[in-house]
Each structure stands twice: as structure tokens, then as C-alpha cells.
Nanobody, 122 residues
């Protein structure tokens, strides 16, 4: 079993920044990818960003140029630096572990974190 612990969410004004962290522990494979999804009230969970084990990154169009995903393999940790935040970024952000190298759909995620709330005020 794999455990994911997220941190870094909170309340920020539009234009501000936050950094999310997610640490993986437990019986995790030697090669794995990590990513972030988000879910706003009344909406489906959607893909945000993804980094595979070779370091390739993928972003949904709405966050390109504002969000940056990175990982520290020694710490089994993934980060999401979010800049120029907008009210429409408000959602619960979920960390994900995926045992594949290409961008996943939510149904392809192997493990989920508990979620962290990000609220952007206008």
C-alpha cells in the first residue's frame, strides 16, 4: 500500500502564489509518476499537472505558464508551484501516483492523496 500526504493548501488572493507538496511512502514501485488533479464544487475531478519518472511534464492548458510541477526522487515528493492564481483555480487539489509514463485520466490513478483545499479570493 502507498500513502500520500499533501500539504501547502490555503487561502490566497488572486495573483498570489502557493506551493503544494505531496510525500509518498509505503510499498511504492521503483518507477512511478506523480501528478495533481483538482475538483471544484459541483464539478468532476480534472487533471492539472503530471511528471513521470523520466522527468517529462504535462499540464492542462489553463495552468500552463502559471504552474510548475517538480519532484524530489530522494524524498519521494512532488511539488506544485502555483503562481498568478485565479479564482477559478479554487478547488480541492489531489496528489496522485500513477504507474505509467503518459498523462493519466483520473480512472488510471493508482493511489490518491486525501486532498488539500486551495481557495483563491477575488
Amino acid at each position: 500500500q502507498v500513502q500520500l500526504v499533501e500539504s501547502g493548501g490555503g487561502l490566497v488572493q488572486a495573483g498570489g502564489s502557493l506551493r503544494l507538496s505531496c510525500a509518498a511512502s509505503g510499498r511504492i514501485a521503483s518507477t512511478y509518476s506523480m501528478g495533481w488533479f483538482r475538483q471544484a464544487p459541483g464539478k468532476e475531478r480534472e487533471f492539472v499537472a503530471f511528471i513521470n519518472w523520466s522527468g517529462s511534464t504535462y499540464y492542462t492548458d489553463s495552468v500552463k505558464g502559471r504552474f510548475t510541477i517538480s519532484r524530489d526522487n530522494a524524498k519521494n515528493t512532488v511539488y506544485l508551484q502555483m503562481n498568478s492564481l485565479k479564482p477559478e483555480d479554487t478547488a480541492v487539489y489531489y496528489c496522485a501516483v500513477v504507474y505509467q509514463s503518459r498523462r493519466p485520466s483520473s480512472s488510471e490513478v493508482d493511489y490518491w492523496g486525501q486532498g488539500t483545499q486551495v481557495t483563491v479570493s477575488s
